[in-house]
Nanobody
Framework: QVQLVESGGGLVQIGGSLRLSCAAS????????LGWYRQPPGKQRELVAIITSGGITNYADSVKGRFTISSDNAKNTVSLQMNSLKPEDTAVYLC???????????????WGQGTQVTVSS
């Protein structure tokens, strides 16, 4: 059974930094894409950043220049370094992975349980 476990959320002041981490475990043949989404209070889930197994990254316009996504393919982990945090970054941050399972074709989406990030003054 595949699990994604996040860590690193919390309360931070405006302009501060946080680092989120996510580890994928279980029976995994290959990871196609790892990423982070967020769901602000009362709003829909939105993409924050993704990274492919080849290292190609994509960011939401709202976080470009402030957030950096990175991954360790050997450890099946993905991290999100968040700098210059703003109140509008407050959200539940969810780790996402598109995985290939042993003996199966195609990729399957998996989600972590989410970690709260709160930016306040």
């Amino acid at each position: 059974q595949v699990q994604l476990v996040e860590s690193g959320g919390g309360l931070v002041q405006i302009g501060g930094s946080l680092r989120l981490s996510c580890a994928a475990s279980g029976s995994i043949a290959h990871i196609n894409v790892l990423g982070w989404y967020r769901q602000p209070p009362g709003k829909q889930r939105e993409l924050v950043a993704i990274i492919t197994s080849g290292g190609i990254t994509n960011y939401a316009d709202s976080v470009k220049g402030r957030f950096t996504i990175s991954s360790d393919n050997a450890k099946n982990t993905v991290s999100l370094q968040m700098n210059s945090l703003k109140p509008e970054d407050t959200a539940v941050y969810l780790c996402h992975a598109n995985l290939v399972l042993p003996g199966r074709l195609g990729g399957y989406p998996y989600w972590g349980q989410g970690t709260q990030v709160t930016v306040s003054s």
